[in-house]
């Protein structure tokens, strides 16, 4: 496309600028990057270059910039997914807590695949970030190790490493807490004691051993034994849940479902059976949908602390210098039908 379409083809410059408002480019570039104060450059001036900016169309050249700053105030995470409320919920407080602290966000989704998570963490390390969130990595540590060698900061978030600090939510608490709402349930409506059924999750996932230990301690506790093909970790996706519980030769009557993605398939299934069967069940689901909560089977759900999980996320970021690489736990949230 050229001029004539519409689109002029020679960028705004900080001289250009520098000519339309009667001022110096140093005192331009230094409005511009934030370091005008410092400068004793006045309110006044700094407003008129900041309007002649937009007025023109001045877009800041961020690695150039970065070069000629100590910092560059650019801070990236890798997140795993956006169609989960959970993770959806992280970036948009991440935005914000960042935007209010100054800084400019940068978050990639990467599928949960290790080799777009490590090509993800070298693209921001290229966009010199002063600091990377490891959001839901499957190999945190693989990412610490490759932001050491640049001489950036890593914190982990939702999932646990061993080579930096890192901000989770209590799984464990919340699991046990969920399953005794559920075993309760079980037995308060249908007057059952059976174990229930454990599915979703990976046996190799942090967060899925810390609910499973939940799980079975709070069974344990009421001396009830959980038979080991009670649980199930096909991994999150609703299709492979909603396989598993087709190839159970018993229909369980109690379910924790450690995800709400997962708890898609299970609802799917549920709604295969026929309607007098899928009534005599109860489930409750690790992570919170508000359209879930009032599904009639639903007897609870964990809600993550997102809002608290990011403000110990940022409180971090003020001073990783200092920090030690210890894990931060966030209770979670225990939602019950209408509370």
């Given at each position: ?6 689109i ?6 900080i ?22 104060k ?128 890192s ?6 608490s919340g699991a046990?807490?969920l ?21 979703g ?10 609910r499973?230990?939940?799980?079975l ?35 369980a ?22 309607p ?7 489930y ?34 003020g ?11 966030v209770?979670c ?7």
């Open positions: 496309m050229t001029a004539g379409d519409g002029s083809s020679k960028r705004t410059t001289y250009d600028l520098a000519r339309i408002v009667g001022t110096s480019p140093t005192a331009v570039s230094s409005v511009l990057n934030g370091s005008w410092k400068r004793r450059i006045s309110q006044k001036l700094a407003d008129r270059v900041l309007s002649a900016a937009e007025e023109n169309g001045y877009a800041l050249n961020i690695q150039a910039s970065v070069l000629r700053r100590e910092k560059s105030n650019i801070v990236g995470m890798i997140i795993p997914k956006y169609d989960n409320r959970f993770f959806g919920a992280i970036a948009e407080r991440f935005e914000e807590a960042a935007r209010a602290e100054g800084l400019f966000p940068v978050i990639t989704c990467t599928q949960r695949d290790p080799d777009l998570e490590v090509e993800a963490a070298r693209g921001l390390l290229s966009y010199q970030v002063d600091c990377l969130v490891a959001c839901g990595a499957t190999n945190p540590d693989h990412i610490a190790e490759l932001c050491a060698a640049n001489g950036v900061a890593t914190i982990n978030l939702d999932l646990p490493g061993g080579r930096a600090p901000i989770i939510s209590d799984s464990y046990l807490d399953t005794n709402v559920i075993l309760d349930a079980c037995e308060r409506d249908l007057g059952s004691r059976a174990p229930l059924v454990f599915i999750g990976r046996l190799d996932d942090h967060n899925t051993k810390e499973r230990r939940g799980f301690d709070a069974h344990a506790a009421r001396g009830i034994e959980v038979p080991e093909g009670n649980v199930l970790m096909p991994g999150y996706a609703p299709e492979k849940a909603r396989a598993v519980l087709e190839r159970m030769p018993a229909r009557r109690g379910i924790f479902v450690n995800s709400t993605i997962t708890l898609e398939g299970v609802v799917q299934w549920m709604q295969s059976l026929p007098a069967e899928a009534a005599g069940m109860r409750g689901s690790f992570d919170y949908d508000p359209f879930g909560a009032l599904l009639p089977q639903n007897v609870g759900m964990v809600e993550q602390d997102v809002p608290s999980l990011i403000a110990a996320l940022v409180a971090r970021m001073d990783l210098a200092n920090a030690p690489i210890d894990v931060t736990k209770p949230i225990l939602r019950l039908p209408h509370t």
